[in-house]
């Protein structure tokens, strides 16, 4: 009967008597450690064998040493024993011992090769000469990047390269375990945060740390004993940090002298930091953004301190500058599949024109997987390798629906797209020239680019028969102020006024037009707006009902006439930057020329961003929201229409229904089906389909499979809305939002840009056959009811004529004046 090696070593010590013949033993019953069945029942040997060494450890040692001496032959398994007991014992030969260790990585057995590399994780091994540890971390290195060895061999090996290299070593070291954690395998990436954290590493796999830790098992104990030592040395850190600050200050006679406000904010902040119970997981840094940013909210709701980060975050690429090198889609996270999918190309970038479309996967950039087990990577982490410079090209490979989900974790070189990488300009407008003549202008922000975009689209649409236009404003929050005059100015003549500004200091500001008009002034214009249409989106709006250019439809908006400014703190200051390549922004590689506090790092100073004025439209109104000091609303403020209308208002259940069916992906699946056959066809039922569901192929197959309560029409709208998502890839250019078939705000829009041409929507068979009745308006109010939209209109432009010709009436006059008219209005 074999007796186990935990057992059989130390019952043989302790049996033998003094002065036993060590030599012999080990000889003896190296055989044991042979036949042993597992590496754990070795370190139970070695614990066992010290133990019981008691006094006789010194022979022990001797006896370990010329049996691991060079020549002698023994098994594996036994040279793994006597190494990891002679490493216990005085003075090992670090240098022997690790010889017989990197040895055992020839052992085709994962077992020995993966507790060889394990034991070589001792730090005592670090006192091996220069050339022993390069030898030692090679054998490593090598054994690390074996593909034929299994990978919590090779993990261990980085592991204990990373522990006794140099910083070369641990480099490499570090890229091999970190390339665990892109892996499909949950249990792979959970080795490799693992192994990361024996080095020191925590935040790197704090993802799949925090997922192993969730787990009930030895590694996910294991990981929640790495995540609570990270947090205590944290608190560890920022409490010596504290302690230390507070040292400095008293060293150096810091009394708190100062303004009584200076003092109070320096001892509360001192108050967090001993006393609360979240005070050492607070920076002093923090704590005092935390009070500025408080202090300047308190102003007013578009007040606040954007710190160094946000300010980085928001302003380096400069938001209003919307321009980038990259492939030129809008990208994201698809929900059903979790796969980083193009929602939809920009028609002019260069990812449309390599024949990519909506609803394409990237599954992989270069040799870099989007897409692991766990759903997509961050976006931002994404895009990023996405973006880059102009002109350089990126290797994209593309999955679509249909294809076999397997190569979406091994993608084909036939799937593989090369994008040339350009400057991208996101369009800030979508344009499509409806039925009648009604040219449709989306315009979602006045950003640097946004009068010349819509110029440009005006002057197609006039190519193509333009009669009347609707400027739809209503997702618009806002933009630049320039732009907002240079957009009034496409449809007003030189030397009108669209918007003034007035300021605590300072003279007022006027902003008039300055070149002739692009829309002719035959051509009727109608705005539209929503709640949600604010700032440089109201002032056109404002500006143009003022001047009794265009027709304002849709809801009351926003109310935000007040200008921000981003304004430097006294005090505060950038670094400075040599800007080698002129464009106005620190790239990498360009020197500091001015570093304030020498950390070799390009510091952004804080900015305060203040209210520091009012708009006031051409008829002098203020389109701001006053509210009292209680929160008590004093005034609407914005824009309000002429003809009210309001989006389409679903009943909850209908709602649920709808998002059950799109769910069940039948429509998607019946629209695969039906445009490889009625493509051409289903384009043309995009741009209309009279609200006739017969219109689309096997419509009344497709509704009986839904079993579903909503009715013929609202299916209809569903399968609409997936029509004219793929048919834009087609035509080459995006749908606006708005579709006047089912949108009741657009087709109260088109009705009163017609009711100026002297027709109606029954004129046009298009809007005949899908327009809804109105309702009829409100009554108004008593003292305006018998007033008419052009009687009020006449109104507006008697207070716009003052507001232009202020200077020739004396001031009181014209406040007089203009307070008369405007009581008329308001009423």
């Known amino acids: ?82 190494v990891a007991a002679r490493l216990a014992g005085e003075e090992p030969d670090v240098a022997a011992l690790a010889k017989r260790l990197t040895s055992l990585f020839a052992e085709r057995s994962e077992d020995l090769a993966r507790a060889a590399a394990g034991v070589l994780c001792d730090t005592r091994f670090r006192a091996l000469s220069e050339e022993e540890l390069t030898d030692v971390t090679g054998a490593l290195a090598a054994l690390a990047r074996d593909n034929e060895r299994a990978p919590e061999t090779r993990i261990e090996a980085a592991v204990a390269q990373h522990t006794l290299g140099r910083a070369a070593a641990q480099r490499t070291a ?21 192994a990361l954290a024996r080095t020191g590493d925590v935040e790197t796999g704090r993802t799949d740390l925090e997922r192993l830790a969730a787990t009930p098992s030895a590694e996910g104990r294991l990981a929640q004993s790495f995540l609570k030592q990270e947090e205590l040395r944290r608190l560890y850190d920022r409490r010596q940090k504290n302690l230390l600050e507070y040292a400095k200050e008293k060293s150096e006679g810091v009394d708190l002298k100062g303004s009584r406000e200076a003092r109070l904010l320096e001892q509360t902040m001192r108050l967090i930091e001993t006393t609360s119970l979240e005070g050492e997981m607070q920076t002093r840094q923090k704590l005092l953004d935390a009070a500025l940013d408080g202090m300047l909210r308190s102003l007013d709701e578009h007040s606040s301190l954007l710190t160094p980060k946000a300010y980085l975050d928001n302003f380096a690429e400069d938001l209003l500058e919307p321009e980038y090198g990259g492939i030129g889609a809008y990208v994201g996270k698809d929900p059903e599949d979790g796969l980083f999918t193009i929602r939809q190309p920009i028609y002019s970038g260069p990812a449309y024109k390599m024949g990519l479309h909506s609803e394409d996967k990237i599954v992989r950039i270069e040799d870099w997987p989007t897409y692991t087990a766990q759903g997509s990577k961050p976006l931002d982490e994404i ?147 929503s709640r949600f249409s604010a700032s440089a989106s109201e002032i056109v709006a404002g500006a143009l009902q003022d001047h009794q250019r265009a027709v304002v439809v849709g809801q009351r908006s926003y109310g935000k006439g007040s200008v921000q400014e981003l304004l430097p703190i006294p005090g505060e200051r950038d670094d400075v930057f040599e800007d080698l390549n002129g464009n106005g922004r620190r790239d990498e590689g360009e020197p500091l020329t001015k570093d304030w506090n020498q950390n070799g790092e390009f510091d952004i100073a804080p900015r305060a961003r203040l209210t520091v004025a009012r708009y006031r439209l051409p008829s002098g109104r203020s389109i701001h929201r006053e509210r009292g000091e209680d929160g008590t609303l004093l005034s609407e403020g914005g824009v309000e229409p002429a003809v009210k209308a309001d989006p389409i208002r679903l009943e909850p259940a209908v709602i649920t ?34 609200d006739d569901p017969a219109r689309y192929p096997g419509f009344d197959g497709l509704y009986a499979s839904l079993e579903t309560s909503l009715t013929p029409q609202q299916v209809r709208a569903l399968v609409r809305r997936e029509v004219r998502g793929r048919a834009q890839d087609v035509r080459g250019s995006a749908f606006p939002d708005g579709d006047f078939q089912d949108d009741p705000m657009l087709q109260a829009a088109i009705a009163a840009a017609l009711e100026r041409l002297s027709l109606t929507p029954a004129d046009v068979p298009q809007y005949a056959a899908t327009f809804q009745e109105r309702a009829q308006p409100e009554d108004r109010p008593l003292l305006t009811a018998n007033l008419t939209d052009s009687q009020r209109s006449d109104l507006r432009h008697a207070l716009t004529l003052l507001g232009e010709s202020g200077a020739a009436i004396g001031a009181d006059q014209l406040a007089q004046i203009r307070r008369a008219l405007q009581a008329v209005l308001d009423k």
């Open 1 to 82: 009967m074999l007796i186990p090696i935990a057992l059989a070593l130390p019952l043989l010590l302790a049996s033998a008597p003094r002065g036993t013949d060590l030599d012999a033993l080990l000889r003896q019953h190296a055989a044991a450690a042979a036949a042993s069945e597992s590496v754990e029942e070795l370190w139970a040997a070695v614990g066992a064998l010290t133990q019981t060494a008691g006094d006789e450890r010194a022979a022990l040692d001797g006896a370990l040493d010329r049996a691991l001496s060079t020549g002698t032959a023994l098994d594996a398994r036994a040279v793994l024993l006597f």
């Open 174 to 194: 570090r890229t091999e375990l970190v390339s665990y954690l892109s892996s499909s395998d949950p249990r792979l990436r959970g080795l490799g945060a693992l």
């Open 383 to 529: 895009i990023k390798r996405l973006k880059g410079k102009p002109g350089t090209p990126v290797k994209l490979y593309i999955w679509r629906r249909g294809m076999d989900t397997g190569l979406i974790d091994r993608p084909t070189e036939d799937m593989a797209v090369v994008v040339m990488r350009e400057r991208v300009t996101i369009p800030p407008m979508k344009t499509d020239l409806l039925p009648g003549g009604v040219g449709l202008v989306q315009l979602d922000t006045f950003s640097n680019v946004a009068a010349e975009e819509v110029a440009k689209a005006v002057t197609e649409l006039k190519r193509h028969g333009l009669k009347s236009l609707v400027l739809d404003l209503r997702q618009n929050t806002g933009g630049l102020l320039t732009q907002a005059r240079d957009v009034a100015n496409l449809f007003l003549p030189k030397g009108k006024l669209v918007v003034s500004t007035e300021s605590r200091a300072g003279e007022p500001r006027r902003l008039f037009t300055t070149k002739d008009p692009v829309v002719p002034e035959d051509v009727p214009v109608v705005v539209l707006i």
């Open 657 to 690: 229904e709808m998002r059950r069916v799109v769910a069940t992906k039948k429509i998607r699946a019946w629209l695969d089906q039906a445009w490889a056959s009625d493509r051409d066809e289903l384009v043309r039922l995009g741009e209309c389909d009279f």
